[in-house]
């Protein structure tokens, strides 16, 4: 059961362009998150999706990130304009269900983003 | 919404030894605690978890302790090894929201 997979493992971007990161869940696992780690801190909560709903954006920045999970196909981070601020390691995680229930999340080995 | 401290920030054993680090939470419906390992550049990886209906849970030389009561749970490590060194992180989940709230880690060096 191949587990969480993210791609690209490294992204270079240059100012005002666009980051599109991807991530496909464990196989069977409904649930997507994307947390947002800075060098030295720790995990931080961006969105919660299920397939085509948006549970959860209360961590998402309001202007230039956006996320979906559509019906088919992986999980996307889309960060329009890109600063340099936005430089971090951006990690997926999944799980088997969501609310209710107190099932593990397993992550990515995350997309490492830099930006010029 | 849950806010999650995790002490301390940087911890320093000598190989045998045992490692504490501690965690505690606001929301009291926070039902599941996760630890998480990350070695640089890689994954978090889960290590163990408890559930709030569990005072503690062991695994080999991995102990997770939870106080309800007080809202923190600790992270025991015993005979550490240099392979234990990671920078380990605490999580609390609500039943009602999929997310986990993380705290800020802990870098745990074991020295040989």
């Known amino acids: 059961n191949a587990g969480v997979m993210q791609n690209p493992r490294h992204l270079v971007r240059r100012r005002g362009q666009e980051a599109r990161l991807r991530c496909s869940p464990m196989?069977?696992?409904?649930?997507v998150y994307w947390y947002r780690q800075l060098p030295e801190e720790g995990l931080k909560f961006m969105v919660y999706l299920q397939k085509e709903n948006i549970i959860d954006e209360s961590g998402m920045p309001k202007e230039r990130f956006s996320a979906e999970f559509p019906k088919e196909g992986p999980s996307i981070l889309r960060i329009q304009q890109v600063v340099r601020g936005d430089s971090a390691a951006y990690f997926c995680a999944s799980s088997l269900t969501g609310d209710y229930s107190n099932q593990p999340q397993h992550f990515g080995d995350g997309t490492r983003l830099s930006i010029l | 919404g849950e806010n999650v401290e995790q002490h301390p920030s940087t911890l320093s054993v000598q190989e045998g030894d045992s490692a504490v680090i501690k965690c505690t939470y606001s929301?009291?419906?926070?039902?599941?605690f996760p630890w998480y390992k990350q070695e640089l550049g890689k994954r978090p990886q889960l290590i163990i978890d408890?559930?709030?209906?569990?005072g503690e849970k062991k695994d080999q030389r991995i102990a997770v302790t939870l106080n309800k009561t007080a809202k923190h749970f600790s992270l025991h490590i015993t005979e550490t090894q240099p392979e234990d060194s990671a920078v380990y992180f605490c999580?609390?989940?609500?039943?009602?929201?999929?997310?986990?709230?993380f705290g800020d880690g802990t870098t745990l060096t074991v020295k040989p």
């Open positions: 929301d009291s419906a926070s039902n599941y």
């Open positions: 999580a609390a989940r609500n039943t009602n929201a999929g997310k986990s709230t």
């Open positions: 196989k069977g696992h409904s649930h």
């Open positions: 408890i559930r709030s209906n569990v």
